[in-house]
T-cell receptor, first 113, second 112 residues
Framework: DADVTQTPRNRITKTGKRIMLECSQTKGHDRMYWYRQDPGLGLRLIYYSFDVKDINKGEISDGYSVSRQAQAKFSLSLESAIPNQTALYFC????????????FGEGSRLTVL | GDSVTQMEGPVTLSEEAFLTINCTYTATGYPSLFWYVQYPGEGLQLLLKATKADDKGSNKGFEATYRKETTSFHLEKGSVQVSDSAVYFCALEAGGYQKVTFGTGTKLQVIP
């Protein structure tokens, strides 16, 4: 089983719908991240959380919200999806003691029509 | 702010060819530098890293040297294989906050 699990892996939805992407991890890491990947733009940070009570905006947080339900769970929500949120979304984790090494899930491909 | 610039792809090479993917960075202070690899249909995984100037990271035949004077961290491999076909991302982490900044990725295709 994967250490960082994302659900759903693929989702097609319509403009205006609410969508939640879920991430759970068994690595015991404190830090969790949501990234978005777009062709030609690489990965961009949406939100990150250093522990359950610490949530921070990344460079492209507008239109997104997150919830850290437990150390192992970090969810990303799109309250009202729009077509330019069509992308591949990645959850990642890292241990507090490490610098820079991220452990990624397999990604959630979201299409907003 | 911090940024990473890497060569655009795709890069197409024949098996056993020499690979170089260029990466330069802009950052305050002294960042840690990374190469991540993304195989088709998978998430990114760390390939190698270097945490200070002149360090060489290496893994699976890939190497990259942290060059502070040229702010570069070029990825090299002496003889690529078909199984190396993937997207390669250069990245940095500066300031100790574990906010990693990624380049745009370079797709490598190795043909038999």
């Amino acid at each position: 089983d994967a250490d960082v699990t994302q659900t759903p892996r693929n989702r097609i939805t319509k403009t205006g719908k609410r969508i939640m992407l879920e991430c759970s991890q068994t690595k015991g890491h404190d830090r969790m991240y949501w990234y978005r990947q777009d062709p030609g733009l690489g990965l961009r940070l949406i939100y990150y959380s250093f522990d359950v009570k610490d949530i921070n905006k990344g460079e492209i947080s507008d239109g997104y919200s997150v919830s850290r339900q437990a150390q192992a769970k970090f969810s990303l929500s799109l309250e009202s999806a729009i077509p330019n949120q069509t992308a591949l979304y990645f959850c990642a984790t890292s241990p507090s003691a490490n610098t820079g090494e991220l452990f990624f899930g397999e990604g959630s491909r979201l299409t907003v029509l | 702010g911090d940024s990473v610039t890497q060569m655009e792809g795709p890069v197409t090479l024949s098996e056993e060819a020499f690979l170089t993917i260029n990466c330069t960075y802009t950052a305050t202070g002294y960042p840690s530098l990374f190469w991540y690899v993304q195989y088709p249909g998978e998430g990114l995984q760390l390939l190698l890293k270097a945490t200070k100037a002149d360090d060489k990271g290496s893994n699976k035949g890939f190497e990259a040297t942290y060059r502070k004077e040229t702010t570069s961290f070029h990825l090299e491999k002496g003889s690529v294989q078909v199984s190396d076909s993937a997207v390669y991302f250069c990245a940095l982490e500066a300031g100790g906050y574990q906010k990693v900044t990624f380049g745009t990725g370079t797709k490598l295709q190795v043909i038999p």
